[in-house]
């Protein structure tokens, strides 16, 4: 993955257009790599919102993820320079079977838990038996993304192997997850709920404080098994809710990062203000804003209505005029565009319904689809969406003019957050605003969405397809890659024909940052490459 | 005396009673479920099991008549439970806030009161001079500059020609009073200035009516010194009002600071107070109006102390 490095703005090219990024430097990753690390600092970031709790294995906001991740190790990780390439954490190797049933992982020796205890392959099974195998009353958000492993052992302190009931595709990624940081097996056995509210990781910043609403704090670990790492001597993260403040927190030096992204607007704020001190990374978002339309309510139980509606929508030309104001940018399928191994070439996405460059020809297969379904005049709907701003009500507004032009009205109601969550699970819409974000990319999460809603839970369109349901069983038990992006293929096809959730437009992520913040590499989601430990600052 | 002060005190239980029932109701009307806010607003596939177990852990499957039972038994003994969002006590998360959103609130008062009063009492004693006008345009400005804009203001100002940040998180006076005093200063003032508008409107109306009254005329008729005229006699009948003001807009600082506190992200009751209700934090929000209101009842309870302290004809009537 490349990501675009912008640093040595003068004021006077930022105020021509920022957005012409005329001094942008592309930096392979490997460039950077070789920058030589200065040890010292603490590295302040800002935080949009707190986390409710510390246990990553059921909590689903970046929220607690940013602040709690540098505290732990995982198993595996994805390696920040050379994404979606795995390397070890506390695991050294790794070996498969060739029926690809049983996972090993050899685990490190010597690493230790910041109470001093050490880390053996037992913790390693009991943190795995908590995410896949919960005990009565412990929650596990990514439960069900393990459903293909029968059971966890650890023969020896320094071996761990999976045993699987299916060979799975997506289980190596899977084990990569930020969200399954390594507990200690003793502290679960006495009492499941300790990590709630409490951090003992094995991670490279041992916890300080948190002061609920405030900050958070960690430092060094001396102890940490990486000789050398971390880099900083702690970190502190500030939760700066209102988004102008926290642009003001990085422009005033009180934080020099936000890890999750800014808007364009702001990303050239802050180069015109700070010149050759900011550096931006920018990149495709593993985030995409979709659109839900409910099929048991009419005219949506109509597979030509809804493809109309898709079809009318401008994506290619939508992507050129609404990355100038928003984060939305790239154009792709199901899966983020730019990610080579499963997403759609774009001679490939052109050929799907809604994807077409001649926008002419598509609205008017949209106009001829509505005639035959019985509305040659069109119709009128109402489209629910969340009160947020960016990205949300932009893509709304947009969605409604695109709407407009095959003669269909959208009444764009705006919901404050909890109403619009509420109706959207309950089904009480007619069309909604969707999206999805997630931590790595892998068919086995970006299919889900569109699979049956009796069995997924974020398929708001209560449609069902069994042929999908079976495709998304099949890609997922294909460890052929070519193969399974074959199955992918002919899955994305079916859902973009039949419309009854489809794409809008992907996001771009902008991190714009302190040009002495080095050592973290900017991935496709903000839920990676956050324990900090790359992380140093120079002069 | 005794018998006014046991008597408005007595008054403040149904008022906080009928407080708790209705938040209690208002919250249970308004759509949204705090369990799917938690676990599913980022597009976590979460099974409906899991949320079914976590509403039924926080007792909301439990009926409404129930819970409403389980609360007020709670808040009968002084508990007010546990957040739903973070599992923390009620009570600590409002006390950490507090302190903050207390300080914030006196430095304003503070600060409105020593410029409302002497600018009021001058513009009424110069009136329709320059005096005057120029107080006048002042305290207009203040009324029609919403606080949170007087804030972007000196954020932006200090940004632009200091290149310099208050601190973005809050630092106890007792643990580095320079480092808490350059964070809150800013929104004190940016408070105050609003709050010193309307006293300073409030404190020259009175003054006017006031030294228009016959005692004032014959005060200065017996030949009484200008100052002690406008100290003893005007300014004590006049002040009522403006307590009142002062009084009221102190308990909104309180808990009503939201946009402020967003803007100099002050980690206070504000903040809490529409986090919890965009959550649907159901216990955390009953608390907080629960104790704003009961803020709101105690400084209305002060205010009429001082109505009696100051005017016999109250306490006597």
């Known amino acids: ?539 | 005396m005794q018998r006014y002060i046991i008597k408005r005190f007595l008054l403040m239980i149904p008022t906080l009673l009928g407080v708790a029932v209705l938040v209690f109701v208002l919250m249970r009307v308004v759509p949204g479920d705090i369990v799917e806010l938690r676990y599913t607003l980022e597009g976590t596939a979460v099974s409906d099991e899991l949320l079914a177990q976590e509403r039924a852990r926080l007792g909301l499957d439990k009926p409404v008549v129930e819970q409403f039972a389980t609360w007020m038994w709670g808040i009968v003994r002084f508990d007010f439970g546990k957040s739903m969002w973070t599992d923390n006590p009620v009570k600590d998360e409002i006390a950490l806030r507090l302190q903050l959103s207390l300080q914030v609130a006196i430095m304003a008062t503070i600060f409105a009161t020593l410029l409302s009063i002497p600018l009021g009492i001058l513009a009424a004693l110069k009136q329709d001079t320059w005096v005057d006008y120029a107080i006048r345009v002042f305290s207009i400005a203040g009324l029609a500059m919403p606080s949170f804009w007087l804030g972007i203001l000196i954020i932006l100002g200090l940004l632009i020609f200091f290149r310099w940040l208050p601190p973005m998180f809050y630092t106890p006076f007792w643990v580095n009073p320079w480092e808490n005093m350059s964070q809150l200063i800013w929104p004190a003032l940016a408070v105050g200035y609003r709050y010193s508008a309307v006293a300073t409107r409030m404190t020259r109306s009175s003054m006017l009516e006031v030294l228009r009254e016959d005692y004032v005329r014959t005060a200065r008729a017996k030949g009484l010194w200008e100052n002690m005229v406008i100290v003893r006699h005007a300014m004590k009948n006049a002040i009522l009002p403006v307590i009142t003001v002062l009084g009221l807009e102190f308990a909104f600082l309180v808990g009503g600071l939201v946009v402020t506190e967003q803007v100099f992200n002050l980690n206070g009751l504000g903040m809490l107070f529409v986090e919890s209700v965009a959550r649907r934090d159901y216990t955390m929000t009953q608390a907080l109006v629960v104790l704003v209101g009961f803020t709101f009842i105690l400084v209305n309870f002060a205010i009429d102390i001082m109505y009696a302290w100051f005017d016999p004809r109250i306490r006597y009537g």
């Open chain 1, 1 to 539: 993955m490349k990501s675009r490095m912008i640093t040595g703005f003068t004021r006077s090219a930022a105020a021509v257009s920022a957005g012409l990024l005329v001094l942008a430097l592309v930096m392979a990753p490997a460039a950077m790599a070789a920058e030589q690390p200065k040890a010292g600092g603490i590295l302040t970031f800002a935080v949009a919102a707190e986390p409710p709790g510390y246990d990553l294995h059921q909590e689903t906001s970046f929220a607690a993820l940013h602040p709690v991740a540098p505290h732990y190790s995982l198993l595996i990780k994805f390696n920040q320079w050379k994404y979606p390439e795995i390397e070890g954490d506390v695991a050294e190797s790794w070996d498969v079977s060739k029926d690809g049933l049983t996972y090993t992982f050899k685990i490190r020796k010597g690493i230790k838990f910041h109470d001093g205890s050490v880390l053996t392959a037992k913790d390693v099974k009991a943190t795995y038996d908590k995410i896949i195998f919960p005990p009565e009353g412990v929650r596990s958000a990514r439960k069900a993304s393990y459903a293909m492993v029968k059971s966890v052992e650890a023969p020896d302190d320094q071996t761990v192997v999976f045993h699987l009931k299916w060979p799975a595709a997506s289980f190596l990624a899977n084990l990569a997850s930020p969200w399954n940081p390594i507990y200690k097996a003793d502290i679960l056995a006495k009492d499941p709920h300790w990590y709630e509210k409490h951090i003992n990781g094995t991670g490279p910043f041992v916890f300080v404080e948190h002061v609920k609403g405030s900050h958070w704090v960690g430092k060094k670990n001396e102890n940490y098994f990486m000789k050398g790492r971390p880099y900083l001597d702690g970190f502190r993260a500030i939760f700066i809710r209102d988004t102008s403040a926290r642009v003001a927190s990085v422009r005033g030096g009180r934080a020099l990062i936000e890890f999750r992204g800014f808007s364009p607007a702001a990303r050239d704020d802050l180069v015109r203000a700070l010149g050759p001190q900011i550096t931006v990374q920018e990149s495709p978002w593993l985030c995409v804003l979709t659109v839900a339309l409910n099929t048991q309510k009419k005219p949506f139980d109509d597979e030509r209505v809804r493809r109309a509606l898709s079809l009318a929508i401008d994506r290619w030309g939508g992507s050129a005029h609404l990355s100038q104001i928003s984060i939305l940018k790239a154009v792709g399928g199901i899966m983020r565009p730019g990610y080579d191994a499963y997403a759609a070439t774009e001679e490939e996405l052109v050929q799907l319904p809604g994807f077409s460059k001649n926008i002419d020809a598509s609205r008017k297969e949209a106009r001829k689809l509505l005639k035959e379904a019985g509305y040659p005049n069109g119709f009128a709907f109402t489209f629910k969406n969340r009160d947020v701003k960016e990205p949300y009500e932009i893509m709304g507004v947009w969605l409604i003019d695109q709407w407009r032009q095959i003669g269909v009205t959208a009444n764009h109601v705006v919901q404050e957050t909890a109403a619009f969550s509420k109706d959207r699970k309950s089904g009480n819409f007619e069309a909604t605003m969707d999206w999805a974000c997630d931590f790595m990319d892998e068919p086995d999460l970006q299919l889900f969405k569109y699979v049956s809603s009796s069995k997924s839970p974020i398929d708001y369109s209560k449609y069902d397809n069994p042929k999908l349901d079976e495709l998304y069983e099949k890609q997922s038990r294909t460890t052929d890659p070519k193969a399974r992006r074959k199955i992918v293929r002919e899955f994305e096809k079916i859902v973009l024909t039949e419309a009854y959730t489809f794409p809008t437009i992907w996001w771009q992520k902008i991190n714009p940052h302190w040009t002495k913040v080095h050592g973290w590499h900017q991935l496709p989601s903000h839920y990676l490459n956050q324990d900090l430990r790359d992380v140093w600052l120079g002069a």
